[in-house]
T-cell receptor
Framework: DGGITQSPKYLFRKEGQNVTLSCEQN?????MYWYRQDPGQGLRLIYY???????QKGDIAEGYSVSREKKESFPLTVTSAQKNPTAFYLC?????????????FGPGTRLTVL | AQSVTQLDSQVPVFEEAPVELRCNYS??????LFWYVQYPNQGLQLLLK??????LVKGINGFEAEFNKSQTSFHLRKPSVHISDTAEYFC???????????????FGKGTKLSVKP
């Protein structure tokens, strides 16, 4: 079955640590996205990538970093510079970057800072 | 810039009753409009989208939405809800112009639909 997988489902981090969230898709999609979801806040875009080896900052990129070395993978690193990282993180992909293309979402990773 | 306002943060309703979830948007350019559903601790799933043409759009699970350009609204409706419709619903917009940078989705803050027996 084609889809998007995110791992781990739950992640706990101590303050000052960097952590990496995994996102893999086998849909052969060119575009991939990372969103952050906070209760009552909707989704906010962190980073997006239209194609391999290219990515752009979204609305709330500070304290995060990404890479796109392979078409199917778009890992997100939450660095110690992110002041309030506890949130639900969602990865998505679309066949291409055109705005009418549907974005497909993964099941999410819930990150908690202890 | 675009913004999306979902007018109700929570909507309780009894099973088999009709429901309307309201969404208004603000944009100086033309937009595409979407409704997504999120079940607890899961990702989002597309319910329906408006790109062009008929302003009444039908989606999955019996939902429909009507685009009203003059009122800048895209309200979601279902004539008879089920317990299984209990979830959070998000309205989103994106500009139709694609100039090489991604027309990113701008989401509303969500409406929690709670269907009671």
């Amino acid at each position: 079955d084609g889809g998007i997988t995110q791992s781990p489902k739950y992640l706990f981090r101590k303050e000052g640590q960097n952590v990496t969230l995994s996102c893999e898709q086998n849909l052969n999609h060119d575009a991939m996205y990372w969103y952050r979801q906070d209760p009552g806040q909707g989704l906010r875009l962190i980073y997006y990538s239209q194609i391999v080896n290219d990515f752009q900052k979204g609305d709330i990129a500070e304290g995060y970093s990404v890479s796109r070395e392979k078409k199917e993978s778009f890992p997100l690193t939450v660095t110690s510079a992110q002041k309030n990282p506890t949130a639900f993180y969602l990865c998505a992909s679309s066949i291409g970057p055109n705005p009418y293309n549907e974005q497909f979402f993964g099941p999410g990773t819930r990150l908690t800072v202890l | 810039a675009q913004s999306v306002t979902q007018l109700d943060s929570q909507v309780p309703v009894f099973e088999e009753a009709p429901v309307e979830l309201r969404c208004n948007y603000s944009s100086s350019v033309s937009v595409y409009l979407f409704w997504y559903v999120q079940y607890p601790n899961q990702g989002l799933q597309l319910l329906l989208k408006y790109l062009s043409g008929s302003t009444l759009v039908k989606g999955i699970n019996g939902f429909e939405a009507e685009f009203n350009k003059s009122q800048t609204s895209f309200h979601l409706r279902k004539p008879s809800v089920h317990i299984s419709d209990t979830a959070e619903y998000f309205c989103a917009v994106t500009p139709t112009n694609y100039g090489g940078s991604q027309g990113n989705l701008i989401f509303g803050k969500g409406t929690k639909l709670s269907v009671k027996p």
